[in-house]
Nanobody, 124 residues
Framework: QLQASGGGLVQAGGSLRLSCTGSGRNTFSNYGMGWFRQAPGKEREFVSVISRNGGSTDYADSVKGRFTISRDNARNTVYLQMNSLKPEDTAVYYC??????????????????WGQGTLVTVSS
């Protein structure tokens, strides 16, 4: 089970940090962790992913240089630090857990578990 938090309302140029904590029988460190987002009327899109040990990360072009993903396996938690937020970042953000090979890291259909989503609203 994944629990996402940290969303809210922020002005353009501001920052937020999202958290996603895993619980249950599955070992958190066995999973790559990703963040996706879904804006109203749009499909869910890839934002960022981090490998099981945190050694590899990847970002969508739209967030490169502004967002940073990290994880703390001791706390079963993955973070998404979002800086320089723009109105187009407004969406529900979902965290997901996957054991798929790195090649398919940005495919939402390859994720096994999802958090409930947290709403990020960026005002202009």
């Amino acid at each position: 089970q994944l629990q996402a938090s940290g969303g809210g309302l922020v002005q353009a140029g501001g920052s937020l940090r999202l958290s996603c904590t895993g619980s249950g029988r599955n070992t958190f460190s066995n999973y790559g962790m990703g963040w996706f987002r879904q804006a109203p009327g749009k499909e869910r899109e890839f934002v960022s992913v981090i490998s099981r040990n945190g050694g590899s990360t990847d970002y969508a072009d739209s967030v490169k240089g502004r967002f940073t993903i990290s994880r703390d396996n001791a706390r079963n938690t993955v973070y998404l630090q979002m800086n320089s937020l723009k109105p187009e970042d407004t969406a529900v953000y979902y965290c997901g857990a996957t054991q798929v090979i790195w090649l398919y890291r940005a495919r939402a259909t390859k994720y096994d578990y999802w958090g409930q989503g947290t709403l990020v609203t960026v005002s202009s």
